[in-house]
């Protein structure tokens, strides 16, 4: 068991590794990216990274409060499904109803890492080798995808 220290010092070193070992990485369209805090341009419509003792997870949240608005991104993000798949390599998991860790209700498209322990140091190479491709994948498929979403800006 760590203390809440520990948790925090382990978290940070492990995220300050990651971006520094993406930060020579160009987005799609050549220019410098903060990988971590990844600004997709759109309200509401976020690239999560996030691991803890389980697992790990990479994704799209959509977190409009307003369900039929989200729900239409959602659907615009359905449109584009074989797209992403193609582009990531790989079949992501679809969740039009779920809840972030405040318990607000958000849709998702994210992919896992099971078992992975963001404590153990041990781990943190298959973390990087899970998040890296994935994101920039993601990077490459919203270079193109999010004119897509023009309408709903």
Do not use: C
Not at 55 to 73: C, K, M, N, V, Y
Not at 87 to 110: C, F, K, L, M
């Amino acid at each position: 068991m760590y203390s809440k220290t520990e948790v925090t010092q382990l978290r940070q070193a492990f995220w300050t590794t990651f971006g520094q070992y993406m930060q020579p990485v160009p987005s799609a369209e050549g220019v410098p990216t903060n990988w971590i805090n990844y600004k997709t341009g759109l309200k509401h419509v976020y690239f999560r990274l996030h691991a803890d003792g389980r697992h790990a997870t990479i994704g799209i949240e959509l977190t409009h409060p307003d369900s039929d608005i989200r729900e239409l991104f959602f659907e615009q993000f359905e449109a584009l499904k074989l797209v992403l798949h193609e582009t990531v390599g790989e079949q992501w998991i679809w969740e039009p109803a779920a809840e972030d860790a405040n318990g607000h209700s958000i849709s998702r498209i994210y992919q896992e890492l099971r078992p992975a322990n963001l404590f153990s140091r041990d781990d943190w190479p298959r973390l990087i080798s899970f998040f890296k491709p994935r994101l920039i994948a993601l990077d490459e498929f919203w270079s193109t995808a999010q004119y897509a979403f023009d309408e709903l800006r």
